[in-house]
């Protein structure tokens, strides 16, 4: 029903702008072979940061994989994000069975799950925030400056609740209100503990401020990367790249997008991205193709390769089953 609610979107929306649409496919039928392999080299490195962050997590809990495992889990759990609505929540849920069967303690398989979707927020928002910074607060970027004054809030938030847990009365007061709600309710008590062992466990991934830097910053890289592949889409399709709003476009772009509403976010980040890009400085054709083509990339690309390694995944587990009981799979 989702899928048939997009493609008749779609159709009205190409029915509507015939002459954009017209434009668009006459840019992708002259792609420039080069730009075009430097833009799948973009994502193919956006995708190793996206692996490397949950490896440096793992290796702060002394358990250390290889890149091209991690890589092989991330990227299947990429795929399985991309099918469903909400497919973020099915793909964390997915990878943290790979974590558990593999011997990754449940707390520290939760901890590396939030953390790494915490840094990568963190990563989209500098971006964001960059990206208002390189356009300027004038223009057609007051539109949005109330969208990135809510991110920065909510992180200028998230470190002042760190800075006052550094106070002892500060932590007296949450204690006391913590246990009180623990007494209340035996739920919410199992629910404490469950908490505080991922709390825990998140703390001792890495202990200090320093050694989050290393992750942060692949979490960063991850989203600057896949905004080289859109870069790269633009020069191979001979488009004049508009750089003074080029990260703001991408970044708030990948707000609706990253909800999940629709199975890869279909229909949102295209029409979002190439709204934003018309507003900074393309023209609607120009814009059309190169999302169009930075989402076959990014997202269509993808999807094959995704899956093949989800049936890599699957099939290995099945081989170690095998090994272990002694018996061949029926």
């Known amino acids: 029903m989702g899928a048939a609610v997009i493609v008749g979107g779609v159709a009205l929306l190409a029915g509507s702008h015939r002459r954009e649409v017209a434009q668009a496919y006459s840019l992708i039928s002259h792609v420039r ?67 558990s069967r593999r011997g990754v303690p449940p707390a520290l398989a939760v901890a590396v799950l939030v953390a790494g979707g915490v840094l990568s927020a963190v990563g989209l928002t500098l971006l964001v925030a960059a990206g208002t910074v390189a356009f300027g607060a004038v223009g057609t970027a007051a539109p949005v400056l109330p969208v990135t004054g809510v991110l920065l809030a909510a992180t200028a938030a998230v470190a002042a609740i760190v800075v006052l847990s550094r106070s002892s009365g500060f932590r007296v007061a949450v204690t006391r209100t913590w246990v009180s709600a623990g007494r209340r309710s035996s739920l919410v008590h199992r629910g404490q503990h469950a908490l505080a062992a991922v709390v825990e466990q998140a703390r001792s991934l890495q202990p200090g401020l320093r050694p989050w830097l290393w992750p942060a910053f692949l979490a960063l890289m991850n989203w600057l990367m896949d905004a080289g592949c859109l870069v790269c889409c633009m020069w191979a399709l001979g ?65 094959p390769i995704g899956w093949t390694c989800w049936a890599t995944v699957t099939a290995q587990r099945g081989a170690d089953r095998e090994r272990s009981t002694g018996t061949r799979p029926r």
């Open 33 to 99: 072979g080069p730009a075009l392999t430097a833009a799948v080299a973009c994502e193919a490195v956006s995708l190793l940061c996206f692996a490397a962050v949950p490896r440096r997590l793992l290796a702060g809990g002394r358990v250390r994989w290889g890149l091209s495992r991690m890589a092989v889990i991330t990227i299947a759990g990429n795929a399985v994000a991309g099918v469903l609505p909400g497919g973020a929540a099915f793909a964390g849920a997915w990878m943290y069975r790979q974590f």
């Open 239 to 303: 488009i004049t790249v508009p750089w003074h709003g080029l990260l703001l476009a991408y970044g708030l772009a990948q707000l609706p997008g990253g909800l999940r509403l629709t199975p890869g976010s279909l229909g949102l980040l295209e029409a979002s991205l190439s709204a934003l890009l018309v507003l900074y400085g393309l023209d609607s054709g120009s814009a059309i193709a190169a999302t169009l083509l930075y989402r076959v990339i990014s997202y269509w690309a993808l999807q």
